[in-house]
C-alpha cells in the first residue's frame, strides 16, 4: 500500500475508537458481573416451595442483585447437579447419602449441611373416599413392598372391612428424596418398593391424580397436601399408639413418627466462598425462614435454631452429621442438638 494511502487516525477517530473499546469492555464487565452474581438452585419438590419463595422475597428486598433461578429433579437428581458443581444449592428431603457424598468429594465439592425446615410426610386419598380414616404403618408396608406388585390391587386387600374397589396408587419418583425416605421408613430399604404406581418427583402430579381420581391414594409432602386440603383427605398413621394426623402440632410434639423429617439444603463452600450473594442469600434465608417456611406449609424450627445452623454457616462447618444415612424419629429438639455438636 502507497503510505500516502494509509489511513490516518485523526483526534475524532481515536475517541471514537476509546469509545467503543471502553463500552466493549464494560458490556464484557457487566457480562461477568452478572454471571458470578447468578444463584442456581436445584433438587427437592419438597423444599421447592420454601426456597422459591424465600429468592422472591430476597429479589423483591435487592431488586438490583443476584438472578437466583430455582428449579427441581428430585434430591436425587439435584445432588448429581450438585457434585458436578452445576448449581450452588441443592434443595433435600434427605440427608445426603454416602455415595452422593463420594461423587461430590471426588469432584472436590465441600457443602454446607444447613437443616430449613421439618415436614410431615402425608398420605392422603381422595376426599370422596369415605371409608378410609387412617392407615397404620403395616398396612402401608403391604401395600407398597416389591412383593405387592400385581397382587395387592384393591382396598379391602389391605383392610378386610374396606370396600372391594380397585386402589390407584401415585408416588414420589425414583429421582426423589421422599421416595427414598418413604421407602426406607414403611418398608425398611430404601428405594425397596413396587413400581406400578404413578411416579414424579413433581409432587402437583401426584396431588392432581389423586384429586381426579376417587380410588387413589399417594404420598408426598405436607405443604402440597397443606395448599390442596379442600379437595384432598389425610390419611392418619398409626404405628400401634393410635392414629396421629399430620400436623404442625404432632410434629413438634413428636408424635408423627416415622414420617416426620427433616429438610435441607446444601450449600456449596466455593460458591459461598467466591459469590458474595452466595453468602448474602443464605443468611437472608436463615433470618426468613422462620416466618416464610410456616406460611407455605411446612414446620419451622425454633428460631434460636436458625441462629445456630447460620452460626455453624458462618464458622465455615462443612459436611454432614448424618454419616449419608436417614434417622427416623429424629424430633426438632434432637436434630438441634446434632447441630451443636457439629
Avoid: H
Wanted: proline share 5%; glycine share 6%; aromatic share 10%.
Amino acid at each position: 500500500m502507497n503510505p500516502a494511502n494509509k489511513p490516518k487516525l485523526t483526534a475524532l477517530s481515536i475517541i471514537t475508537l476509546t469509545v467503543g473499546a471502553i463500552a466493549l469492555l464494560n458490556s464484557c464487565t457487566q457480562v461477568q458481573s452478572q454471571e458470578s452474581q447468578s444463584i442456581k438452585i436445584d433438587g427437592s419438590s419438597t423444599v421447592y416451595p420454601i426456597t422459591d419463595a424465600i429468592a422472591k422475597a430476597y429479589q423483591n428486598t435487592n431488586p438490583n442483585k443476584a438472578q437466583i433461578t430455582v428449579e427441581f429433579s428430585g434430591t436425587s437428581g439435584g445432588f448429581k447437579k450438585f457434585c458436578a458443581g452445576e448449581t450452588d444449592i441443592s434443595n433435600a428431603s434427605r440427608p445426603i447419602r454416602k455415595e452422593e457424598m463420594e461423587e461430590c468429594d471426588k469432584a472436590g465439592i465441600r457443602y454446607y449441611e444447613l437443616p430449613v425446615a421439618f415436614d410431615a410426610l402425608t398420605v392422603a386419598v381422595n376426599p370422596k373416599n369415605d371409608w378410609a380414616k387412617d392407615i397404620t404403618v403395616d398396612e402401608l408396608k403391604k401395600l407398597w413392598e416389591p412383593t405387592a406388585q400385581d397382587k395387592i390391587k384393591t382396598w379391602n386387600q389391605i383392610r378386610p372391612n374396606w370396600p372391594n374397589r380397585p386402589i390407584t396408587l401415585y408416588g414420589a419418583g425414583k429421582d426423589s428424596g421422599t421416595f427414598d425416605y418413604f421407602t426406607e421408613a414403611v418398608i425398611g430399604t430404601a428405594k425397596s418398593s413396587r413400581t406400578d404406581y404413578t411416579d414424579s418427583e413433581d409432587d402437583t402430579v401426584l396431588v392432581q391424580g389423586i384429586i381426579k381420581d376417587e380410588n387413589a391414594l399417594g404420598y408426598f409432602g405436607f405443604a402440597y397436601y397443606e395448599q390442596n386440603q379442600s379437595q384432598l383427605k389425610a390419611l392418619a398413621i398409626d404405628r400401634g399408639k393410635g392414629p396421629v394426623q399430620p400436623s404442625r402440632e404432632t410434629v413438634e410434639k413428636a408424635q408423627y413418627n416415622p414420617l416426620a423429617r427433616p429438610l435441607f439444603i446444601y450449600v456449596s463452600y466455593n460458591s459461598a466462598q467466591n459469590k458474595s450473594e452466595v453468602r448474602s442469600f443464605v443468611e437472608f434465608y436463615m433470618k426468613q425462614a422462620p416466618t416464610l417456611v410456616g406460611s407455605v406449609g411446612y414446620i419451622p424450627l425454633p428460631k434460636e435454631g436458625y441462629q445456630l445452623i447460620y452460626k455453624n454457616f458462618y464458622n465455615g462447618k462443612v459436611g454432614t452429621v448424618f454419616d449419608g444415612q436417614a434417622q427416623f424419629d429424629l424430633t426438632i429438639a434432637e436434630l438441634l442438638k446434632k447441630e451443636s455438636k457439629f
